[in-house]
């Protein structure tokens, strides 16, 4: 039984449904702070502005990010933080990919109080969950896929957020732009990020990119 007080962002676009992932944990009596975000900078800022955060509630798809990008981002900024991925897209392939990135955890969205709450206590007890009938044993059973992934984990936060702009079309100036920064070093994400998937242009990096998303495409 856990004793400790602990704090829970819920990154969720719909205040509904963080409505009712806050409504199962508020019966967890050992969370004391739950913080909400309605978009994945506003989820981002609060890892940042608060480094003792004990676990994040992450929905896939949200403003500022889609797909699993936001994952890699985060677990790559935040690599002590434990991330429960919550999504619609609940099929094994998703959930596969989800661990595979670095999730601690799945919660579909069609879950029950219940087993949002059981889902909560197994991760803040170290373990992984998939869902009540889940196997914690599921993984990607294509190696490219797997090696993909590999590659993905290794892209800084930046790198990161510049690939997720470079698959929105987004030219090197308005990347710049958007992050502050200048056009040359930007221009340096992007080479990083090509040495970094085995690419040889920005395309292909799109298209890597894709390829680990598809499993979000409705």
């Known amino acids: 039984m856990q004793t400790l007080t602990l704090t829970m962002i819920i990154a969720d676009d719909h205040p509904l449904f963080r409505g009712a992932l806050r409504q199962a944990v508020n019966d967890i009596g050992y969370i004391q702070t739950i913080i909400e975000a309605g978009d994945f900078e506003a989820a981002r800022k609060a890892a940042g502005d608060q480094p003792d955060t004990d676990l994040m509630l992450l929905d896939l798809n949200m403003p500022g990010v889609s797909g699993f990008s936001g994952l890699t981002a985060l677990r790559s900024e935040f690599p002590g933080l434990p991330v429960i991925v919550v999504s619609a897209s609940d099929d094994s392939t998703t959930i596969s990919r989800a661990l595979e990135l670095g999730a601690s955890g799945f919660i579909s969205k069609s879950a029950g109080l219940d087993d949002i709450r059981m889902a909560v206590d197994t991760v803040l007890d170290g373990g992984i969950w998939t869902g009540a009938a889940g196997s914690t044993q599921k993984h990607c059973s294509d190696p490219a896929m797997t090696e993909l992934m590999e590659r993905m984990k290794t892209l800084t936060p930046q790198q990161s957020k510049v690939l997720t702009m470079l ?30 998937l085995n690419v040889d242009s920005r395309t292909q990096a799109v298209i890597k990119l894709g390829q680990v998303n598809l499993a979000m495409v409705a």
């Open 167 to 196: 698959g929105k079309g987004l030219l090197n100036k308005q990347i710049a732009y958007a992050l502050g920064v200048s056009e040359a070093t930007i221009k340096a994400h992007v080479s990083a990020i090509l040495l970094k």
